[in-house]
């Protein structure tokens, strides 16, 4: 693979970092299923950096390249799911540890974390860390030596400032992790802005068509401690990505920057057209200038505020989710980042949680955004 790293994220997306089939002279890389791989007569590996599928393979390679030239990073690791990525890098953690986890974030992460940290006697402590004050309290009276933040949140859309986390972070001799998934590689850079690590599921919008499940961890710092520690992991305990998977990763990321572009396109018309809608008592998306987050968002984004939207719809549960069983075009189903429209109601999947009843969380896809704003006008007549 040349190195193409200086070129731009269009660029090194559409051409997956320069990877072609020099063998067939296919101009996409091969799909290799093989777990093990030959030695020669003198019991020497054909290829030293091939020798069994839970090591490592060529595709995998290829696709943890793209995302680390995309993500500007030195390092990258694919895992099975972004919950294997989370849950590989807190499993570094020392029983009797403390770590921070922001507060209402992704449900799945939050259960996990419980769960592990009881499990493991580690001091587990949530803050809301969009409230800078409040985050930074927090750091410095608990210190805790991992902390995970989610920018964009979901499904609240809450905006933390990335440089400012970092720092308080820092401060108390901590780690920051960034689970950026809704925003992908392209619409923000939490390494540059001071994170440790970066997250995604990259179920979502890196891989963007529904039909992966893959989860990615990205660094600058590839020789600390945390980081052997998680490589260390994936390779001995065998949460790796089979090659099928990253082989759709690498197809799917081609068109990354042009789909983050035109989701997010769509979603700013969409919470446009929602914020003035009389059915609808408030929207939750960064991009709007009346949310709280919009500045700091504005600052630490780059391209568009992505395709993640929560709406509250006027009336409480029934009224959403009447809308919700209304709408012809939105597939109701969880997720997002997929190139076709989805609308959740999150209540009904976490009651307990202290999400508003009303809230259709929507992931905008890359339809015609006429076409959207029409079954949502019809959905939400009464
Ligand atoms: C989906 C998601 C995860 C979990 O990723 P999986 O690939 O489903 O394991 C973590 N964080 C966020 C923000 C997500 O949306």
Redesign the pocket.
């Known amino acids: 693979m040349s190195d193409t790293s200086r070129l731009n994220q269009a660029t090194i997306a559409a051409q997956a970092a320069g990877a072609v089939d020099p063998q067939s002279g296919g101009v996409v890389p091969p799909l290799q299923m093989a777990t093990t791989y030959l030695r020669d007569a003198q019991y020497q590996p054909l290829r030293p950096d091939n020798i069994y599928l839970r090591d490592q393979s060529d595709i995998v390679r290829v696709a943890e390249t793209v995302l680390a030239q995309l993500e500007g990073a030195a390092e990258t690791l694919l895992f099975p799911?972004?919950?294997?990525a989370?849950a590989a890098a807190f499993r570094t953690v020392p029983n009797g540890g403390c770590v921070l986890v922001q507060s209402q974030?992704?449900w799945?992460?939050t259960k996990w974390l419980r769960d592990f940290c009881t499990r493991r006697g580690i001091e587990l402590h949530e803050v809301e860390a969009s409230d800078a004050a409040a985050f930074e309290a927090a750091c410095a009276v608990h210190k805790p030596s991992l902390v995970l933040i989610?920018t964009p949140s979901?499904p609240w859309l809450r905006i933390t400032d990335l440089e400012a986390a970092a720092k308080a972070v820092h401060a108390v001799g901590g780690l920051l992790m960034v689970?950026s998934?809704?925003a992908t590689p392209v619409l923000q850079k939490p390494l540059a802005a001071g994170a440790d690590i970066v997250m995604h599921?990259?179920?979502?919008g890196i891989n963007g068509h529904s039909d992966v499940?893959?989860?990615v961890l990205a660094t600058n710092d590839t020789e600390a401690q945390i980081w052997t520690d998680i490589k260390a992991d994936r390779h001995d305990a065998g949460a790796v990505i089979g090659p099928f998977e990253a082989w759709l990763l690498v197809r799917g990321m081609r068109t990354l920057p042009l789909r983050m572009r035109e989701m997010s396109r769509n979603a700013q018309a969409l919470a446009e057209f929602l914020d003035q809608h009389d059915q609808v008592e408030a929207v939750l998306y960064p991009g709007l200038p009346a949310h709280p987050g919009h500045d700091i968002a504005t600052r630490q984004m780059n391209g568009g505020f992505g395709p993640l939207l929560s709406f509250i719809v006027k009336g409480g549960a029934d009224a959403a989710l009447a809308v919700a069983g209304k709408l012809a075009l939105f597939h109701r189903a969880t997720?997002?980042g997929g190139v076709e429209s989805l609308v959740e109601h999150r209540h009904t999947i976490e009651p307990h949680t202290g999400i508003p009843e009303g809230l259709l969380r929507v992931s905008v896809g890359i339809e015609d955004v006429e076409d959207l704003k029409a079954d949502l006008i019809q959905a939400l007549a009464v």
């Open positions: 799911s972004g919950m294997a989370i974030i992704y799945g992460t989610e979901n689970d998934t809704a599921s990259a179920t979502k499940l893959a989860g997720s997002l």
